[in-house]
């Protein structure tokens, strides 16, 4: 049974630009989690998709944006990238009450 | 809103020697705790879990937590620490009562020394 799977691995890009990071849930997981992890410092929550709808979102601007895909699979676009936006993203899958999984984390940075 | 805090950045202890790494918390309804371990490069592992019932919770590569709901602690411990424990620990909570996210604590960076 695959894990959580995030796509790419690693990913560079420059000021200004927009990327797309995907991740595939673990087999019988609906709900998928994003986590923007900067160096040194715990996971900060982004958003959460069920049932191909925005569930929760936390503290990120609306060029943080997202998608679930009706095979539970989500995908997180970033716009107008930042240099501050280079960090580990994680992707997290679960089941209602249960602990989420995390996939190994897509490493973004911006020049 | 809820919160974690971890408050040591590092612990350091001998190989065979116990571990703690302590983990308080703040949450307006039911807390549901949680214990992941990364490693260099790597996202996060789960440990263990505590929703509810017994204050202590086994999880893997033999750790426990011990809830304690009047400190609102939930101390991760391991009775002998090995070399390859060496990693960084992250304590999170979610609200039972409210929503999914999970908020996590900054982090401790075990460090076992052989």
């Known amino acids: 049974d695959a894990g959580v799977t995030q796509s790419p691995t690693h990913l560079i890009k420059t000021r200004g630009q927009q990327v797309t990071l995907r991740c595939s849930p673990k087999?019988?997981?609906?709900?998928v989690s994003w986590y923007q992890q900067a160096l040194g410092q715990g996971p900060q929550f982004i958003f959460q998709?069920?049932?191909?709808?925005?569930?929760q979102r936390g503290n990120f601007p609306d060029r943080f944006s997202g998608h679930q895909f009706p095979n539970y699979s989500s995908e997180l676009n970033v716009n107008a990238l930042l240099l501050g936006d280079s960090a580990l993203y994680l992707c997290?899958?679960?089941?209602?009450?249960?602990?989420?999984?995390f996939g190994p984390g897509t490493r973004l940075t911006v020049l | 809103a809820q919160s974690v805090a971890q408050p040591e950045d590092q612990v350091k202890v001998a190989e065979g020697n116990p571990l703690t790494v302590k983990c308080t918390y703040s949450?307006?309804?039911?807390?549901?705790l949680f214990w992941y371990v990364q490693y260099p490069n790597r996202g996060l592992q789960f440990l263990l879990k505590?929703?509810?019932?017994?204050?202590l919770v086994k999880g893997s590569y033999g750790f426990e937590a011990e809830f304690n709901k009047s400190q609102t602690s939930f101390h991760l411990k391991k009775p002998s620490a090995l070399v390859s424990d060496s990693a960084l620990y992250f304590c999170?909570?979610?609200?039972?009562?409210?929503?999914?996210?999970?908020?996590f604590g900054p982090g401790t960076r075990l460090s076992v020394l052989p």
């Open positions: 997290a899958s679960s089941l209602i009450l249960n602990e989420q999984f």
């Open positions: 999170a909570v979610r609200d039972g009562n409210y929503g999914q996210n999970f908020v």
């Open positions: 998709y069920y049932e191909e709808e925005e569930r």
């Open positions: 949450v307006s309804g039911n807390p549901y």
């Open positions: 087999s019988g997981h609906d709900t």
């Open positions: 505590y929703i509810t019932g017994d204050n």
